[in-house]
C-alpha cells in the first residue's frame, strides 16, 4: 500500500531516533496529531506544576478575559427585554424568510447564511475574548480544551457556510442533456459493473435484473464475483449475465473492479453495489453529460428501500428517513458547487478513459471510491452530482453493521493524510476544492467535540471545574441568538433531511467507536483492512448491543447523578449551573434514546415490503374479485377487496395496468368495517415473472420519492413516544426471558 514518504526516513540517520522506526513508521500527520496533543498535555503540565513563564502567560491572558472589548461587552440597558431582542429579532426574521421559501432557494439561502455568519463571527469573538476561565490552572486546562475542540467546529461552520453560497442543482441540466440520449443521438456503450463479496444470492438477482431492465439498448453487464461461488457464476448463467472472477482478493472492492475493467471496453462504465438497483431511466438521466468531454464522473445519491436501524428500532422509520440522506440531499450539494463531488462507490457512470488515465480505481486506501475522484478532479476533469433518486439499495439492517459501515467510511476517509491522493496537498485541485475536501476530513474530528460536549456538565457538577465563564446577560445576549438561529434553520437548510436531536443521537451511537477508530488511524493508518457490510440480515428474537451500549449507560448514569446535583442546588444556582441544568437535562434525553435505539428489533422476513397501491384482479374458479394492493414483496401481497372473502387457497393475480399475472396462495383473511384483507404468498414464479415483479417494486422511473422528516419539537416528541411505549415492551419481554444479547462490533 503506497503512502506518503514517512518521516521516519528523515530520521533514520539519527542514532536516537533511528531504534523507532524498527517497530512503526512515523508519518508527518501521526507526528502532528500525537504532537499537538502532546505539546497540550504538556503546558498542563507546566501550568499545574506552577512553572513561572507559563503561569505569567496565562495570567496575563486571564486579566484579558476579564476586561474584554467594549464592542463584545454586553450594552446597559433599562430593562433585561432589551437582551432579548436580538434573538427575538433573528428567530422572526429567519422563521419569515422559511415561511416565504419553504424550499432553500438562492436569495433565502444567501440571507440566512449571512445571518448565520454574522451569529457566529459574534460568538467567536466572545468565546476567545470573554469566556475562557484561567482562574485556576486546572479551570484553564478545560476552558481552553473545550474552546479548542468548538473551535474545530466553528471552523467546519464556517467552511460550510461559505460553500452554501455556490449550491448546484443539476436536475434541470439533466433534463436538456437527456434529450440526446432519449433521441437515440448520443448512444456510447457502457459497461455495468456489479462487484460482489459474499452477498446473498438473491440480493444480486435483484441488481442483476434492475440492471438489465435499464431502457438503453447499448449496454453490458458483468457481475464480478470475488468469492469464486458457483451458485453466483450459476445465477450469471441464468440471468444471461456476464460472470468474472480472478484469483485472489488484493486490494478488495477496487482491485476487484481494476481486474474486471480492462475485459470490459465500453466507453463509460457504471458501477453498482451488489445491493443496488437501477431505476429503468438511470443510464437516460445521467449519460448526457458526458457529451461534455470536462466530465469524468456523474454521481447519483445513495437511496435505500428498507428503514436505516435507529428508525426502525425505535419504531419510527414511517417518519425518519436513513442518516445518509443528509450527506446526500445537503452535503453532496456543497460539495458540487466547490467542485468537490465525493464518488461514493455506487451508482454512479466515469469515463473510461479519464480512469485509465489515471490508474483506474485507487489502490491507496480502502476508500478507492473518494480518492479515485480526487485524482479525476486533480488531472482537470469534473465531477457533478446529480441529485435525483435513481437507484436504490439496502441499508444497514442492524445497529451493529450501522456502526461497522461507518467506521470504515471514517477510517478510508481520515487515510487521506498518509496517501499520495491526499486532497489537501494533492497538485491540480483549487482553494474551493480543498475547503470542500476538509469541510468532510474536520465532520470526522468533530465527533469528538461532540462527545466532550455531553461530558462538560457531568464535570461542573463533579468537580466544579467552569469551562466556560459567563454572565446570566452574556448568555442571553449572545449565546442564546447564536443557539436558537442555528437549532431553528438547520433542519431547513438540509432540505428538511436531518433534525438536530436525530443528528444528536446518531453521533451518541456511533460516537465512541468513531474516535477510538480515530486514534487507530493517526497511529496505524492502515492496520485494518476493507471489511463489506453484512447484507440480507434475518433475525427472530430481539437483539442488544451490550458492547455499544456499556460507555452509553456510565455517560446516563454520570448524567442522571450529575442533573441530580443541579437540581438540588438549584435555589442558589448560578448562570453556570443554570446552563449545566439545561445541558444536563438536554444530553440526558439523548443518551436515554441512544440506548433504547441499540435493541435490534426481530426481522424474520429478509424482503421488504412496500406499501403500493396497484388495481388487482383475482380470479378463483369462476369467479372474479377486484381489489387493491395494500402492501406488496418479492414473496406475496396483502389485497384489500369489497366483495365476500375468497373461499379457496389458490387463486390467480392480475395486475390490471402492468400486465403481470401471478398464481398465489391465500394465508390468511381478515374482515375491516365493510371490506377484506387477504394475505397471498405468491408461489411458482417463472423468470419472466419475476423480472416483471421486480421492475415493479423497485425500477419504475420516479419510483424513490424524497420525503421530508418532522421538524425539530416533533422529532423529539416522537422520539419520548417510542421511549415510553419500548419501555413498556421491554418490560413485558424481560418477565417472558425473551433476549438474545449482542457485543458483535469490534472496535
Same mark, same amino acid.
Given at each position: 500500500m503506497q503512502s506518503l514518504k514517512p518521516i521516519s526516513r528523515l530520521i533514520q540517520k539519527n542514532p536516537v531516533l533511528s531504534p523507532l522506526t524498527t517497530f512503526f513508521p512515523i508519518h508527518l500527520a501521526t507526528l502532528v496529531f500525537f504532537g499537538g496533543i502532546g505539546f497540550f498535555l504538556a503546558l498542563s503540565l507546566a501550568w499545574l506544576s506552577g512553572e513561572a513563564t507559563i503561569t505569567n502567560f496565562f495570567r496575563h491572558l486571564g486579566h484579558l478575559q476579564e476586561n474584554p472589548p467594549f464592542w463584545i461587552s454586553v450594552p446597559e440597558v433599562p430593562h433585561l427585554f432589551y437582551l432579548y431582542l436580538p434573538t427575538i429579532i433573528v428567530i422572526y426574521i429567519t422563521q419569515i424568510i422559511i415561511k416565504v421559501s419553504p424550499r432553500p432557494q438562492t436569495w433565502s439561502r444567501n440571507i440566512i447564511v449571512l445571518i448565520l455568519l454574522v451569529l457566529s463571527i459574534r460568538y467567536f469573538l466572545w468565546r476567545i475574548l470573554s469566556t475562557l476561565n484561567l482562574s485556576t490552572p486546572l479551570d484553564g486546562i478545560f476552558s481552553l480544551g473545550l474552546f479548542f475542540v468548538e473551535l474545530m467546529v466553528l471552523v467546519a461552520g464556517f467552511i460550510q457556510f461559505y460553500l452554501l453560497l455556490n449550491i448546484k442543482d443539476r436536475r434541470k441540466e439533466a433534463e436538456q442533456y437527456s434529450h440526446a440520449v432519449i433521441q437515440e443521438q448520443y448512444l456510447p456503450s457502457v459497461d455495468i459493473l456489479i462487484p460482489t463479496y459474499n452477498e446473498p444470492a438473491f440480493i444480486l438477482r435483484r441488481t442483476i435484473i434492475g440492471c438489465q431492465a435499464i431502457d438503453y439498448k447499448n449496454k453490458e453487464i458483468y457481475l464480478l464475483d470475488d468469492t469464486k461461488r458457483s451458485e453466483i457464476k450459476q445465477l450469471a448463467k441464468e440471468l444471461n449475465c456476464n460472470y468474472i472472477t480472478r484469483s485472489d482478493n488484493y486490494y478488495a472492492k477496487a482491485g476487484n473492479l481494476n481486474h474486471a475493467i480492462p475485459q470490459a471496453k465500453s466507453d463509460l462504465i457504471a458501477i453498482f453495489d451488489a445491493d443496488f438497483i437501477p431505476t429503468t431511466n438511470f443510464l437516460q438521466r445521467t449519460l448526457g453529460f458526458f457529451q461534455n468531454p470536462k466530465i469524468a464522473l456523474v454521481q447519483t445519491p445513495q437511496s435505500f428501500y428498507n428503514p436505516d436501524p435507529i428508525s426502525r428500532n425505535l419504531g419510527l422509520d414511517q417518519w425518519f428517513i436513513p442518516e445518509e440522506e443528509l450527506f446526500y440531499r445537503h452535503v453532496q450539494l456543497l460539495k458540487d458547487g466547490a467542485k468537490s463531488v465525493v464518488c461514493a462507490g455506487t451508482s454512479f457512470v466515469v469515463r473510461r478513459s479519464a480512469l485509465k488515465e489515471v490508474g483506474y480505481f485507487t489502490t491507496e486506501s480502502i476508500s478507492e471510491d473518494y480518492f479515485t475522484g480526487i485524482r479525476l478532479s486533480s488531472r482537470g476533469y469534473e465531477l457533478v452530482y446529480l441529485n435525483e433518486k435513481l437507484s436504490a439499495g439496502l441499508a444497514?439492517?442492524?445497529?451493529?453493521?450501522?456502526?461497522?459501515?461507518?467506521?470504515?467510511?471514517?477510517?478510508?476517509?481520515?487515510?487521506?493524510?498518509?496517501?499520495?491522493?491526499?486532497?489537501?496537498?494533492?497538485?491540480?485541485?483549487?482553494?474551493?476544492?480543498?475547503?470542500?475536501?476538509?469541510?468532510?476530513?474536520?465532520s470526522w474530528f468533530s465527533v469528538i467535540a461532540r462527545l466532550l460536549f455531553f461530558l462538560m456538565p457531568i464535570l461542573y457538577a463533579f468537580t466544579n471545574i467552569i469551562p466556560v465563564q459567563a454572565t446570566y446577560l452574556e448568555a442571553i445576549y449572545i449565546f442564546l441568538p447564536y443557539y436558537l438561529a442555528n437549532f431553528s434553520v438547520y433542519h431547513w437548510l438540509n432540505f428538511r433531511s436531518r433534525t438536530v436531536v436525530v443528528s444528536d443521537v446518531a453521533a451518541l451511537i456511533s460516537g465512541i467507536p468513531i474516535v477510538i477508530t480515530i486514534f487507530q488511524v493517526m497511529f496505524q493508518p492502515f492496520q485494518k483492512g476493507f471489511k463489506v457490510t453484512p447484507k440480507g440480515i434475518s433475525r427472530s428474537r430481539y437483539i442488544y448491543n451490550w458492547q455499544l451500549a456499556l460507555p452509553l449507560i456510565i455517560l446516563w448514569l454520570a448524567t442522571v447523578i450529575s442533573t441530580g446535583i443541579y437540581l438540588k442546588k438549584i435555589s442558589q444556582m448560578s448562570i453556570d449551573g443554570q446552563l449545566g441544568l439545561f445541558w444536563s437535562i438536554q444530553n440526558l434525553i439523548s443518551i436515554t434514546i441512544a440506548l433504547f435505539a441499540l435493541l435490534d428489533l426481530p426481522k424474520p422476513d429478509h424482503n421488504e415490503w412496500f406499501p403500493l397501491k396497484y388495481s388487482v384482479e383475482i380470479i378463483q374458479g369462476e369467479q372474479t374479485f377486484y381489489g387493491f394492493t395494500k402492501t406488496i414483496s418479492e414473496a406475496g401481497t396483502e389485497i384489500i377487496i369489497n366483495d365476500l372473502p375468497i373461499q379457496e387457497e389458490n387463486i390467480l393475480i392480475s395486475f390490471i395496468d402492468e400486465n403481470l399475472k401471478?398464481?398465489?396462495?391465500?394465508?390468511?383473511?381478515?374482515?375491516?368495517?365493510?371490506?377484506?384483507?387477504?394475505?397471498?404468498?405468491?408461489? *411458482? @414464479?417463472? %423468470?419472466?415473472?419475476?423480472?416483471?415483479?421486480?421492475?415493479?417494486?423497485?425500477?419504475?422511473?420516479?419510483?424513490? =420519492?424524497? !420525503?421530508?422528516?418532522?421538524?425539530?419539537?416533533? *422529532? @423529539?416528541? %416522537?422520539?419520548?413516544?417510542?421511549?415510553?411505549?419500548?419501555?413498556?415492551?421491554?418490560?413485558?419481554?424481560?418477565? =417472558?426471558? !425473551?433476549?438474545?444479547?449482542?457485543?458483535?462490533?469490534k472496535i
Open positions: 444497514a439492517e442492524s445497529i451493529s453493521a450501522h456502526v461497522t459501515q461507518r467506521l470504515r467510511w471514517g477510517r478510508g476517509t481520515l487515510q487521506a493524510f498518509f496517501i499520495n491522493s491526499n486532497p489537501l496537498t494533492i497538485s491540480g485541485l483549487n482553494l474551493r476544492q480543498r475547503l470542500g475536501h476538509l469541510e468532510g476530513l474536520l401471478l398464481s398465489g396462495k391465500v394465508t390468511q383473511t381478515q374482515a375491516f368495517d365493510n371490506s377484506w384483507t387477504i394475505s397471498v404468498k405468491f408461489q *411458482s @414464479l417463472t %423468470l419472466q415473472q419475476e423480472r416483471k415483479l421486480i421492475e415493479l417494486l423497485f425500477c419504475q422511473a420516479g419510483r424513490w =420519492k424524497v !420525503k421530508a422528516t418532522p421538524g425539530e419539537l416533533k *422529532s @423529539l416528541w %416522537l422520539m419520548m413516544g417510542s421511549v415510553i411505549q419500548m419501555s413498556k415492551m421491554l418490560l413485558l419481554k424481560c418477565l =417472558k426471558n !425473551k433476549w438474545m444479547f449482542d457485543s458483535k462490533i
